[in-house]
């Protein structure tokens, strides 16, 4: 995993309070300046397993 830098890392805050896009929507998480997949509970993620 690469870090990002102060000003990509503030990026996705300024996307999301911002953007029409999430127009009335609450509760999405993001990733890489999108909007996250839903992982269903008990499906694993690039190695990653959730309960």
Known sequence: MECKTAEQGAAISIWS???PQLEGKGGIYFMDY?????????????????P
């Open 34 to 50: 999108d909007i996250a997949d839903y992982i269903p509970e008990g499906s694993s993620h690039k190695g990653i397993k959730y």
């Open 17 to 19: 309070a911002t953007s």
